[in-house]
C-alpha cells in the first residue's frame, strides 16, 4: 500500500470497489482534466471547483466504474432495474406484461431480473395473467431454471421477433399469424442502455478506444473481462458494456486481482525499443491518435512525442503511420528484398494457423513474422513489389481478434491505398494481397494461398 | 496550417519529363507532415511507387527522396542544395509556397509540385482536415462570434443566410455545415446575436486578392537601423 498524500494505489473513476488492502480514492469523471503517465504510474490531473484548486492524483491503476444510462422505451412504463415491489406484491389482478429485448437485445442479467419479478408476481397471485415478451431468453446462473418454474407456473412467453408488436401507454397489441392480443396491465420493460453521460471526453483524457456504441471497451478477445486497450486502465458496468451486468462478481474479483498485481511491479511487453527522434518528429499527434494502446503522450520538455515502454504493447503502428519517420525499433532490420512471392504473417493469427496446418502453407515463400501487420510500412510494400518479379501477401487477423485493436484495420487501410495507386498507374494490384484470418483457419490459409497464386499468375 | 493533398499518382506520373534520369522527392517536414501527404513518410513511400512503375515498364530512373524541415525558408533548403542540383527533376512535396521557393532559389532546376495546396484549416478528427481560413487579410471573428463568415460560408455572405440553407447543411454540398447556422448557434451560447443585427458594411477586399499579389514586412526589421 502506497502511504504518501495524493498518491494511491488504485483511482476510481465512479464508484469504488471495497477492498480494505488497496489505498484507493474515487473521483467523478467531470472532474478529470487530463492523465499522463502509464500503468504502475499514472498521473491524474483534476480540476478546480469550489474551494479546490487544481490539483494531481498519482496512482498505480485507474479503474472506470460508472452506472449506466437507462432510459426506457416508454416513458409511463416501470423498469426492470427498479424496485418493481408496487407491482409484485399483493393479490394484484391487473395483468403483468413483461418486456425484454426491446427493440436491441437485452443482457442475460435483464433476462434474469425478468423472470425474477415473473415468479414474485405469480408467488403472490395465482390467479394473475402473466405475459412475458422477448426476442432471445438469454442464460447465466440459474436462468434456464427460473425459465422451467415461469413455464411450468404459467407465465405465457411470447416472441415478438416471430409477431408484431405495439406499445403505447394504453397498452400492448400483439400480432401473429395465430394470435391476436390486446393488453392491458402493468407494463414492465427491460431498459436500454448505454454508456454513461461523458464517456466520450472521458476516453479522449484518457486516450482509450471506445467501441461503436460508446463503451470504453472495445469487442475484443483480449480485452476480456474488463480491460481496456491501455494497460492499468480497467472498465466495469457501464464503463464497459451491457454484458458487464451479467458477470458482475467475477468482474469485480479478476480486476482486484490484477490491481494487486500492478503493485508488485509491471514488465514490459517485449524486450524492443521504441523510440522518437526529437529532431524529427514535428508534435503532429499521429502516432498518439493512432495508438491502440494509449501509450504515446508529448513530452514538454523536448517538445516531442514519447512512448512509454510499459504502455507499449508492441504494433509498431506508430512507426508504420509516423508521417515524419521519426520513430525507430531496435528490432527493425534492412531486409535483403529477394524475387518471389512474400508474406508478412501476424504471430497472433496466421504464425499460429500455419503451425496448425498439416503441410506448411507457406514453404518456399520469404516470411516475415510481425507482432501485428500494422509493422507494414507503405513504402516497403513497393519496394518489395520491386524486388523482381515478386508478389506481397499480407496475413492479418479479423477485427475483433486483433490483439492490436485497430492494428490490422489500419493495415487494410494502407494496403488499400496502396492498390489503389497501383491501379492508377496500370501496375497489377493483385499481386499485393490483404488477407484476414484467425489462428484456426488453418485450412482457408492453405485455400486462399492456392486461389490467389492462380489469380497472380494468370 | 496550411493543408495538402498528395496529388493523383497518375497525374504526377504524367508530369515527370519521359527523359528524365534521375528524380529527387522532397517532403516538407511542417504543414503538410502534419496533414500526413507531403511529409517524409510520403516521399519515401512515392519513390518506392514510383520506381516500382519504371521498373516495371523497363527504364531506370534513379529516384531519391528526402525532406526537411520547411520549403519556405532558405536555410533549411541550404542542407539539400547538392542534392537538388544532382538531379534532373525535383518533385515537391511541398505547398505550393514551398514549390515556389524551391523555384526562386534554383531557378535553372526543373521543379514540379507532387501535392496541391487545398485550404488553411484544422484537423477535425484522425485524418481529415476542415477549412477554416481564406487569408483574406482582414480578420472579422470578432464580430461573428468567431466562426469565419468568409471561409465557412460558401459565399462569404457577412449579413445572415441564404435561402439555400436546410436543416443546417449548405445548398452547394449536403456534406458542408452552413457556416451561418454555425455563426447563430454560437452566438446564441455566447449571449450576442444582438450583435448579428447590426448591419455589415460591404467587406474591404483590396486586403484579399483583389488588391493584387500580396507582401509585407516587419518594421522592427525595417527602417532607421535596419535594412
Known sequence: MSGSQNQYDVVYIGQPLEDDSLNFTSIEPENLAGCRGEIGDFTLKLKAGGEEAESKLSTASIVINLPYREELPLEEADSLSGDLSHLLEGENEKPLIIIQ??????????????????????????????????????????????????????????????????????????KREDIELELEGDLVM??????????????????????????L?????????????????????????????????????????????????????????????????IVCYTCQRVCPHGAVQRDDELNSMTIMDKACQGCNLCISRCPAGAITRSGEEERELSAGTQVIICENSASIARDKAENDPLQGLEVEEVPCVSTVKRENIFSRLAAGESEVLVLGCISEACKHLTGHDRCEQV????????????????????????????QDLSTFLQEWKGEVST | MIVGKRKDIQEIKDMLPEDMDDLLIVGCGTC?????????????????????????????????????????????????????????VVLSLACGVGVQHLAIRFPEQVILPGLNTTFYGRTSATGE????????????????????????????LLNGPCGGSE????????????????????????????????????????TYRDGGVRSHKNPEFFGSGGE
Not at chain 1, 442479467?109 to 415473473?118: D, F, I, P, Q, T
Not at chain 1, 412475458?132 to 411470447?158: P, T
Not at chain 1, 458496468?237 to 509491471?266: D, F, H, M, W
Open chain 1, 101 to 174: 429485448d426491446y427493440p436491441d437485445l437485452s443482457p442475460a442479467a435483464v433476462s434474469k431480473w425478468g423472470l425474477e419479478a415473473a415468479l414474485k408476481a405469480r408467488e403472490n397471485s395465482e390467479q394473475r395473467d402473466i405475459y412475458y415478451f422477448y426476442k432471445a431468453m438469454r442464460f447465466m446462473e440459474e436462468n434456464d431454471e427460473l425459465y422451467e418454474r415461469a413455464r411450468s407456473q404459467e407465465v405465457i412467453f411470447l416472441k415478438h421477433d416471430l409477431g408484431e408488436l405495439n406499445i403505447d401507454k394504453d397498452g400492448v397489441e400483439y
Open chain 1, 190 to 215: 427491460a431498459p436500454r442502455l448505454s454508456p454513461a453521460q461523458g464517456t466520450e471526453e472521458l476516453a479522449k483524457k484518457l486516450n482509450i478506444e471506445q467501441d461503436e456504441k460508446g463503451y
Open chain 2, 32 to 88: 503538410v507532415t502534419v496533414s500526413l501527404d507531403g511529409g517524409e513518410r510520403e516521399a519515401k513511400s512515392l519513390r518506392d511507387l514510383l520506381t516500382l512503375y519504371y521498373r516495371e515498364n523497363g527504364s531506370e530512373v534513379d529516384i531519391n527522396a528526402d525532406a526537411i524541415k520547411r520549403q519556405c525558408d532558405d536555410e533549411f533548403i541550404d542542407e539539400i542544395e547538392n542534392e537538388i542540383e544532382e538531379n534532373d
Open chain 1, 217 to 281: 471497451q472495445k469487442n475484443n478477445v483480449y480485452l476480456q473481462p474488463t480491460l481496456s486497450g491501455k494497460r492499468g486502465v480497467y472498465v466495469l458496468s457501464g464503463a464497459r458494456g451491457p454484458n458487464a451486468l451479467t458477470y458482475q462478481e467475477e468482474e469485480i474479483s479478476y480486476t482486484l486481482t490484477e490491481l494487486k498485481r500492478n503493485l508488485r511491479g509491471v514488465e514490459e511487453i517485449d524486450d524492443e525499443e521504441r523510440e522518437i527522434d526529437d529532431q524529427k518528429c
Open chain 2, 129 to 156: 482536415w476542415e477549412e477554416m481560413c481564406h487569408g483574406c487579410g482582414e480578420c472579422v471573428l470578432d464580430r461573428f462570434a468567431g466562426v469565419c463568415p468568409v471561409a465557412r460560408c460558401s459565399k462569404s
Open chain 1, 415 to 442: 494496403i488499400e491505398k496502396a492498390k489503389d495507386d497501383m491501379q492508377k498507374l496500370d501496375l497489377d494490384d493483385s499481386r499485393l494481397q490483404y488477407h484476414r484470418l484467425s489462428p484456426r483457419m488453418a
Open chain 2, 167 to 206: 436543416d443546417g447543411k449548405c445548398e452547394v454540398d449536403d456534406d458542408i455545415d452552413c457556416g451561418w447556422e454555425l455563426i447563430y448557434e454560437r452566438a446564441s451560447e455566447l449571449d450576442m446575436l444582438d450583435r448579428l443585427l447590426e448591419y455589415e458594411p460591404p467587406k474591404d477586399w483590396t
